[in-house]
């Protein structure tokens, strides 16, 4: 049982660049979600997703797309990087209902140049 | 709206000695979940405790303990005897039940537990 993974751990990107991240679970978790974490600013909600198929926009979705065509994996995707999207990425996954604690995977560390 | 504070930016003690994390909240919602998370060095994302706001009891394990108050909307963590292992950023989180979709971070406050 690995819980959350996500890949890569390190990426470094030229502006414009595209790449994508990607977040599986073996949880058998409805929800998932993408978090960036930047320093003083503790972790804010880009995207999440109640199931497979479904996509949502969170706080800070700008220059981000995503996409859950299976129920444990969780694509995060950046089509035109920008400086301003340097940031540590987490994934997390829960199951449905609200009391339930959302489980991050490692993190995923881009710098964009 | 739903916010969280955690008014203390970083902390530093000595070994053995206790150490309180202030968490205050903001919601409008009466039921809702509190969460601490632990964040070491190494940067992943560690759950510690989930505390729903129907119950007010503190709750201890091992040297943690977290105070819930919901007079003051608090929900402070203390780690008693503290060790260089608890040395990472902590943070306090907010889920409301009718907009269970987002998590509310607090900024972390960083803890340095020197030896």
């Known amino acids: 049982n690995a819980g959350v993974t996500q890949t890569p751990k390190f990426r470094v990107l030229k502006t414009g660049q595209s790449m994508t991240l990607l977040c599986a679970q073996d949880m058998n978790h409805e929800y998932m979600y993408w978090y960036r974490q930047d320093p003083g600013m503790g972790l804010r909600l880009i995207h999440y997703?109640?199931?497979?198929?479904?996509?949502a926009k969170g706080e800070v979705p700008d220059g981000y797309n995503v996409s859950r065509l299976k129920k444990q994996n969780f694509l995060l995707g950046l089509e035109s990087a920008a400086p301003s999207q340097t940031s540590v990425y987490f994934c997390?996954?829960?199951?449905?209902?609200?009391?339930?604690?959302?489980?991050f995977g490692p993190g995923t560390r881009l710098l964009v140049l | 709206a739903q916010k969280v504070t955690q008014a203390q930016t970083e902390i530093s003690v000595v070994e053995k000695e206790d150490v309180t994390l202030d968490c205050v909240y903001e919601?409008?919602?009466?039921?809702?979940?509190l969460f601490w998370y632990k964040q070491p060095p190494s940067g992943e994302l560690v759950f510690l405790i989930r505390?729903?706001?129907?119950?007010?009891q503190n709750e201890i394990s091992g040297r943690y303990s977290w105070n819930f108050q919901k007079s003051t909307s608090s929900f402070n963590f203390t780690i008693t005897a503290s060790q260089v292992v608890d040395s990472a950023v902590y943070f306090c989180a907010l889920r409301a039940l009718y907009n269970f979709n987002k998590f509310y971070f607090g900024s972390g406050t960083k803890l340095n537990v020197k030896p």
């Open positions: 505390r729903n706001s129907f119950d007010e």
């Open positions: 919601t409008r919602d009466t039921t809702y979940y």
């Open positions: 997390a996954s829960s199951y449905s209902i609200p009391k339930e604690t959302q489980y």
């Open positions: 997703s109640v199931g497979e198929g479904t996509t």
